[in-house]
């Protein structure tokens, strides 16, 4: 399959016939079966660097000497329904409550005003300040709701 190229002049199109045979440009078309992957062209080079390398082990825990302990914290709502939350020891309470959609109502952020104390085992705490122990836990919040 060959196709024949037309002249363009100043004045317009030029039929390909008033060409000489020699003068005339013979243009292929594009190979329509292709053995070998499309080019990326500059990036040739470079797709061996954004491989999977087989020879890597397992992914470990970023140099940390051992994992940290998950605890439970079930939360308990005034009206009994509960719910769990997976934690690390030393998390703010009030950013655990928030993730896992407890709805407690803060007032000063400080543990001043006690909008927000719960009960946690046998004391009570002020969730906006405190942080989660290292042991599973029930929280009764809502304590001060009506």
């Known amino acids: 399959m060959s196709f024949w190229l037309v002249a363009v002049t ?13 003068s005339r440009v013979r243009v292929c ?6 053995a070998s992957l499309p080019s ?11 491989a999977n390398d087989d020879t890597l082990t397992a ?9 940290a302990t998950k605890r439970t914290i079930t939360w308990v709502g005034p009206t ?3 719910k769990k939350s997976t934690v690390v020891a030393g998390q703010r309470l009030k950013d655990i409550a928030r993730g896992a959609g407890i709805p407690i109502k ?11 104390e719960a009960q946690m085992g046998n004391g009570r705490v002020k969730i906006c300040v405190a942080k989660a122990i290292d042991k599973d836990i029930t929280i009764n919040y809502g304590l001060r709701q009506k």
Not at 62 to 67: H, I
């Open 10 to 22: 100043a004045v317009g199109l030029s039929p390909a016939a008033s060409l000489a045979p020699s």
């Open 29 to 34: 078309a594009p190979s329509i079966h292709r």
């Open 40 to 50: 990326m062209g500059l990036f040739d080079n470079l797709k061996g660097a954004f």
């Open 59 to 67: 992914r470990g825990n970023a140099g940390l000497s051992k994992e």
């Open 80 to 82: 009994g329904k509960q």
């Open 106 to 116: 803060y007032d000063c952020s400080e543990g001043t005003c006690k909008t927000c």
